[in-house]
Structure formats: C-alpha cells, structure tokens
C-alpha cells in the first residue's frame, strides 16, 4: 500500500472509530439505560431502509464528492472503488448517530409524561428498586451484556483490519465486492447499549465506594489490612464508623429533647416524631435537627443521595408552610427529572399529612 493510501486508511479509520465513541457516548445515563428499549428495533428499520435505497445513497455520494471535489482537491484523489464503499460506511453511521441524538431526547421526555411506561417496555430485562428510586438491569442478564459488549468491540476492530484488506487487495477474489461492516455496528451498539444499565451489584459497589473509580461514595474500610501490616501495634485507634448512621441516637433520647424543647416549632416537631416513635421507624438525630433548622426558617443542605429518606425530615417542615397559607417552590437544575421530583413531592406530602390529596402540586 503506497504512503498516501496508508494516510487515507489511517485518517478514515480514526474517524469510523470516533463516531462509533459518540455513539457510545450519546446514551442516556446508565441509571436510565432501560428507556432505550426502542433503539435496537429502531436501529434495525434504520438498516433495513439504507439496505433498500443503499444503491441510490452510493449514486449521491459519488455526485456530491464530484462536486466538491471541485472546491477540496483531495477529494479527487479517492479510489471510487474502495473509496466510495468507505465513505458510505462512515455516512451511514454518522446518520444513525444523528438520528439517536434527535430520538434520545424525545423518548426520555415521553418516558417522563407517560405512567407505567416502565412496566410494559422493559419489565423483562429491568427492575424497579425502590429503596434507591433506580432502575437496574436484572442480575440474569448481567453475563448478556458482557457478551454483546464483547461482540460490539470486535465487530468495531475486525471493521478495521475489514477496510484495510479491502484497501490492500482491492479487486482480488472476494475483496471485488464492498461491505458494509457499519449495519452490524450499529445494531449490535444499540443491544449493548440498551443493557448497559448497571447491574444491583454493580450499583451497589458505586454506592458503597469499594470500586476505586467509586465518586459517590468512598469506603476506605480495606485500607484496615493494610494499616494493620505497615505500623503494627503502633495503631492507638480502630472502629468502623458510618457518617449516616453514626449519628442515630436513642429514639426516646430524641423524641424528648424535640417535646420539651423551649421552641414552639421544635415541640411541633416532637410530637410528629413520637408519631414515627410509635410506628417503629428509627428517628436520626442529624435529620431531625436538620426539620428543626427548616421549622425556623433556617437553610439546610443535604448530601446524602438516598433522598426517600428525607422525606419525613423535609417534607414535614414543608407541610407547615402551607397550612400558613404559603407555597414552596421546588427548583431543579435540569428539565429531566421534573417529573420524578414531583412524584416525589406529591409522595412526601402525602406521608405526613396522610391525605393524599391534600395539596396540589405543578410543574
């Protein structure tokens, strides 16, 4: 292969390559992978119409590069042969990842507006966890995504040495007719994609902070052993200790501090605890003083990400806001989960009011 074909197959390479990345990278997050339960099957249409006009899209292709080739001389320079063939897989991906862009952002906001769309698109391969608000792809099928993650990089790599055979033997036995590696890529992605949700495990070990790419949460417990070895019995302290739980104390101990508090708001709010004292539900100490700090007026941020568990805490000084006659406003930092948080809020108020319709909520 002469230098300027090897500059050509390296350069057309790099860029097949880098529209496969995008693709990889325009999916929703992996906490929602399972709202692109429609992009295989759309995928495959996609495939199947360029299949049928591919001869028309060829014929275009080679009129186009004709008429710029006028205004980009390299352009002249391509083997319509091998060329062509080449350009039209770049084409045909880079229209499919044009059309995801566009359909992505519609089916996350359907998905958002229609009730129990989960329940009969991807029930098969999801689930519903409620403890952590997420839906995760069902442990059964963590093998699966393996495999198609597998299969979806080596189709991207044998599409490599693919065009680079094309392109040294061009015209030789089999190599006289062109191929279209891209319609495999494409519909294999979406498959991979679509289960690339995280697993229970795999969200867990995030969430626990035992993986070291862990951001959310850092556990830093296995470091002990280690520890343990480097100083001996040079260590003067060792406990396990968690922030969230750390901070639970006696219920009753809470409870009484909020009852016989001298602050009108706090003793509102004890009475609302022993309410939670009575139903067995375990009353945190951190949280509690973070509704006090609410009751009064006072700004409070929370970090933790399990945001069910505020409920109580948050949603209690917010119901007596409105039996004052006022109103909260709730504001998010992205149109996307508009709908989840209002779920959320419309819950929250229904838990300590016990009155489901008590309060109207709007977005």
């Given at each position: ?112 507006r229609i009730k ?84 229970f495990h795999e ?15 850092t556990n830093y ?143």
């Open positions: 292969m002469e230098q300027s074909g090897w500059i050509n197959f390296l350069l057309g390479n790099t860029c097949f390559v880098s529209i496969c990345l995008l693709s990889m990278k325009g999916n929703l997050n992996r906490t929602k992978r399972n709202r692109q339960c429609l992009m295989p099957f759309i995928a495959l249409i996609y495939c199947t119409v360029i299949v049928i006009y591919l001869d028309k899209i060829i014929s275009r292709l080679i009129h186009y590069m004709g008429v710029l080739s006028e205004y980009l001389p390299f352009l002249a320079e391509i083997d319509l042969v091998y060329g062509i063939f080449f350009v039209a897989n770049v084409v045909i991906m880079l229209g499919f990842v044009s059309l995801k862009a566009m359909i992505l952002p519609i089916t996350n906001l359907v998905w958002d129990n769309m989960f329940d009969f698109t991807t029930d098969i391969f999801y689930e519903f966890h409620e403890e952590h608000n997420v839906n995760l792809l069902k442990n059964k099928w963590g093998q699966l995504k393996t495999y198609f993650k597998g299969f979806y990089f080596t189709a991207v790599a044998l599409s490599v040495l693919l065009f680079g055979l094309f392109r040294a033997n061009m015209g030789e036995g089999v190599f006289t007719y062109p191929a279209y590696p891209v319609f495999g890529i494409i519909v294999l992605g979406e498959i991979f994609f679509f289960l690339g949700g995280f697993t969200y867990m070990e995030i969430f626990l902070g035992e993986k070291e790419e862990a951001e959310t949460v417990s296995q470091m002990r052993t280690v520890y343990r070895k480097l100083f001996g019995d040079r260590i003067l302290y060792e406990d396990t200790m968690d922030n969230y739980t750390l901070n639970i104390t006696d219920n009753s101990e809470t409870v009484d501090s909020y009852i016989n508090s001298g602050l009108s708001s706090d003793r509102v709010l004890g009475v609302f605890l022993a309410q939670m004292q009575k139903q067995g539900r375990q009353i945190h100490s951190d949280l509690s003083k973070s509704a006090s700090l609410l009751l009064q007026g006072k700004r409070v941020f929370f970090t933790t990400p399990f945001y069910q568990d505020l409920i109580p805490y948050v949603f209690f000084p917010m119901n007596q806001q409105l039996l004052q006659h006022n109103k909260c406003l709730v504001v998010l930092g992205r149109h996307s989960t508009e709908t989840e948080i209002q779920k959320w809020v419309q819950t929250g108020l229904s838990v300590v009011t016990n009155v489901p319709a008590l309060w109207s909520t709007q977005i």
